[in-house]
């Protein structure tokens, strides 16, 4: 089946900008997940989702970032006023309600360039 | 709160060599243990799991298993290849206190002819 889709792939903005990151997860997860991969940080938690709503947003690094979930499928990260401390490789997971969350299937990601 | 500790890279091999990358983690109680794979220009791909303590999860020739003595998850394969070369993520997934991955700074793995 289809496997965790991302976009866009890739995505250049000027700083002060507004992006828009989407996930579609596997179809029938519950679970998802944004993690940010940069080179001086390794992988990091942004947000987790239940259905609708995150019951973890403690990865967010503040609060020009923000993520929701509708209809317990596609998610949208918004990263407002953009930094360039903000260019990282952004991706997206989701698991199944059977596997507890542990296991994450993950999306090729959105690599956000901001100049 | 959890962490996860693995063996800094590159790592640089020849073809058929053995492979061993160091992972330990600190966690309460008893969390899932994954190593993940990264290919290049590819996204993060779950290469074996482990989900409690003697547990060995196996995958595509690599194998790791859940040391709760030691706290470790080394992962290994006997016989590398050049197809091999990747990032390799050893992570931890913990309910009780976080319904997240938990990930290593990962180690680049150079198979050579």
């Known amino acids: 089946g289809a496997g965790v889709s991302q976009s866009p792939s890739n995505k250049v903005t000027e700083k002060g900008k507004d992006v828009e990151l989407r996930c579609d997860p596997i179809?029938?997860?519950?679970?998802l997940y944004w993690y940010r991969q940069s080179l001086g940080q390794g992988l990091e938690f942004l947000i987790y989702?239940?259905?609708?709503?995150?019951?973890?947003k403690s990865g967010l690094p503040s609060d020009r970032f923000s993520a929701e979930r509708t209809g317990g499928s596609v998610s949208t990260l918004t990263i407002q006023r953009t930094q360039q401390e903000d260019s990282a490789v952004y991706l997206c997971?989701?698991?199944?309600?059977?596997?507890?969350?542990?296991?994450?299937?993950f999306g090729p990601g959105t690599r956000l360039t901001v100049t | 709160g959890n962490s996860v500790t693995q063996m800094e890279g590159p790592v640089t091999l020849s073809e058929e060599a053995f492979l061993t990358i160091n992972c330990t983690y600190t966690a309460t109680g008893y969390p899932s243990l994954f190593w993940y794979v990264q290919y290049p220009g590819e996204g993060l791909q779950l290469l074996l799991k482990?989900?409690?303590?003697?547990d060995k999860g196996s995958n595509k020739g690599f194998e790791a298993t859940y040391r709760k003595e030691t706290t470790s998850f080394h992962l290994e394969k006997g016989s590398v290849q050049v197809s091999d070369s990747a990032v390799y993520f050893c992570a931890l997934f913990h309910t009780g206190t976080a319904s997240k991955l938990t990930f290593g700074t990962g180690t680049r793995l150079q198979v050579t002819l």
């Open positions: 482990a989900t409690k303590a003697d």
């Open positions: 179809s029938g997860h519950t679970a």
């Open positions: 989702f239940q259905g609708n709503s995150a019951p973890d």
């Open positions: 997971a989701s698991s199944s309600t059977l596997s507890g969350g542990r296991e994450q299937y």
